[in-house]
Nanobody, 126 residues
């Protein structure tokens, strides 16, 4: 059974930091594009960051550039999102996702991701 399990969410004050992790099991994702998405109440799910299978290419939503860093450890089958200088508008449920096959581009629509985690809540207080 393929599973993606997020952890590391929580409540933090504005300006603080959190590090999200996404542990994958059931298959290797070393050739998959992986990404972080978020969904705030009443809003659509949006892509926050994505990373190629090798880690050599990344994508960031404009509003998180310079504050968030996506990384991966293929040996551990784990994806990370380091979030610094958090703002109240970053409050959302954060999901990790992975594609089933190798992708030639990093910027992919939500529908291109085949596996999803259950999400972890991130709340940033002002």
């Amino acid at each position: 059974q393929v599973q993606l399990v997020e952890s590391g969410g929580g409540l933090v004050q504005a300006g603080g930091s959190l590090r999200l992790s996404c542990a994958a099991s059931g298959r290797t994702f070393s050739r998959s594009t992986m990404g972080w998405f978020r969904q705030a109440p009443g809003k659509e799910r949006e892509s926050v960051a994505a990373i190629s299978w090798s880690g050599g290419r990344t994508y960031y939503k404009e509003s998180v550039k310079g504050r968030f860093t996506i990384s991966r450890d293929n040996a551990k089958n784990t994806l990370y999102l380091q979030m610094n200088s958090l703002k109240p508008e970053d409050t959302a449920v954060y999901y990790c996702a992975a594609t089933a096959s190798l992708q030639s581009i990093v910027v992919l629509p939500t529908s291109s991701y085949n596996y999803w985690g259950q999400g972890t809540q991130v709340t940033v207080s002002s």
